[in-house]
């Protein structure tokens, strides 16, 4: 038997729908996770390369060699006053210098590292992120349309003042019970383990279209 596959608004076709959407809401999760996985690890690399980078960097700090050599033209130089507060009055300044030297490499260093931690992002990759997440969400809104509608309905009858018969009453159709040898058959084929869980759910679903009634109605503990 063959049948054409739909997605229609009835609650095996809203069934199919559901789980699609399912599965690309998976997989979308998955992709965004390893995205973001991804980005945060590349973001931790090269912040540290940068904050080495400025941690190296000397802002105007003297190297060693540097300060050394001041100190030494500063014990060099000719005094002001004689012994150890003439070689003081040389070599304080120089000392104070340094220092100062340091202090402002250490706050110019200290503003890099906040700038860089604040504003160092990959746009693009967040981009890429942002998106994923975005189409996510418009899965999650159409999962929450089909939920309710993936549902089972139990069909609502009442006799008609009419004709004094069953009518479907969503439908407006009359409910004719299909001929006992239809039933029959449908109950012989959904039992016989020789069919596969695909080929009856086709038959079930002819045979729903045909007689515009539940096969469940006619089968123990439903399709």
């Not at 960097?57 to 004689?82: C, D, I, N, T, V």
């Not at 139990?154 to 069953?166: D, E, F, H, I, Q």
């Amino acid at each position: 038997m063959e049948d054409e596959e739909d997605y229609n608004l009835d609650p095996e076709g809203a069934q199919g729908m559901l789980a699609q959407l399912t599965k690309q809401y998976t997989g979308l999760g998955e992709k965004s996770a390893a995205a973001r996985a991804e980005y945060e690890q590349s973001r931790a690399e090269r912040l540290r390369m940068a904050e080495e980078a400025i941690r190296a960097a000397r802002y105007g700090e003297p190297s060693r060699a540097e300060q050394m050599f001041a100190l030494a033209r500063a014990f060099s130089s000719p005094k002001q006053f004689r012994g150890l507060t003439g070689t003081l009055n040389n070599v304080v300044p120089v000392l104070g210098g340094i220092a100062q030297a340091r202090r402002s490499a250490e706050d110019q260093r200290t503003q890099a590292l906040a700038k860089l931690n604040v504003g160092y992002a990959d746009e693009a990759a967040m981009g890429k992120i942002d998106a994923l997440e975005a189409e996510r969400k418009g899965l999650a809104d159409l999962m929450r349309v089909y939920g309710p509608l993936a549902k089972p309905q139990k069909r609502r009858t009442a006799l008609s003042p009419l004709s004094g018969r069953p009518v479907d009453l969503d439908t407006g159709a009359e409910i004719v019970p299909p001929p006992t040898g239809a039933v029959e058959a449908l109950v012989a084929y959904m039992t016989d383990p020789n069919n596969t869980p695909e080929e009856k759910r086709i038959t079930a679903k002819n045979f729903e279209r045909r007689f515009n009634v539940p096969a469940s109605e006619y089968l123990q503990g439903g399709v």
